[in-house]
């Protein structure tokens, strides 16, 4: 029940620090603005926002793709080293990252993926280490459910104004 109080203490001291940092984050951003004469455009759903260089982007996400194949391959084959290798790798990887962009300018689900996306490569990582295929692949699949819910929402179509090439 100690522990219960100390993590509930230390949510309560932790959210208003990262909101504070958040608000000014898009302070800085604001002033910086103003003193260049800049107009800071705000995230439309519509218009591409979610990076800086699409080139570099693609690059990126070509790398989180070609770690994905590898870990369904060591699934696959039930190399246990190399699931937890290829688990980490995607782990470390980070689509947000990719962007060249600060939270503040990027759509909040696009944030909420990003860190389901982490989760669920950290829970990859736990079945991995504990070595339950069946916990594995329920873990590997609500990791692809992730990023499909991604790829749904920002991944590039024919027609369509989003991101590019993804896992």
């Known amino acids: 029940m100690k522990g219960f109080w100390i993590i509930v203490i230390m949510i309560m001291i932790l959210m208003p620090l990262f909101m504070f940092s958040r608000e000014e984050d ?3 951003a604001e002033k910086a603005g103003k003193e260049k004469n800049v107009i800071m455009a705000i995230p439309d759903e519509g218009e591409n926002t979610l990076y800086k260089s699409k080139a570099k982007f693609k690059m990126h ?3 989180l793709d070609e770690f994905n194949d590898a870990l369904a391959e060591s699934i696959e084959e039930l190399n246990w080293d190399d699931i ?21 300018e990027l759509p909040k689900e696009f944030l909420m993926l990003d860190t389901r996306f982490h989760i669920q490569t950290l829970a990859v990582i736990v ?3 504990s070595r339950e295929i069946v916990n594995l692949n329920i873990e590997y699949e609500r990791l692809q459910q992730t990023c499909d819910d991604c790829h749904e929402k ?4 024919e ?3 989003l991101i590019g090439n993804a896992f």
């Open 154 to 157: 920002y991944k590039k179509k």
């Open 26 to 28: 898009t302070r800085k």
């Open 127 to 129: 079945a991995s280490e």
């Open 61 to 63: 996400m070509k790398s």
């Open 84 to 104: 937890g290798k290829y688990a980490i790798l995607l782990k470390n990887a980070s689509p947000l990252i990719y962007t060249g962009k600060k939270n503040v």
């Open 159 to 161: 027609s369509g104004l």
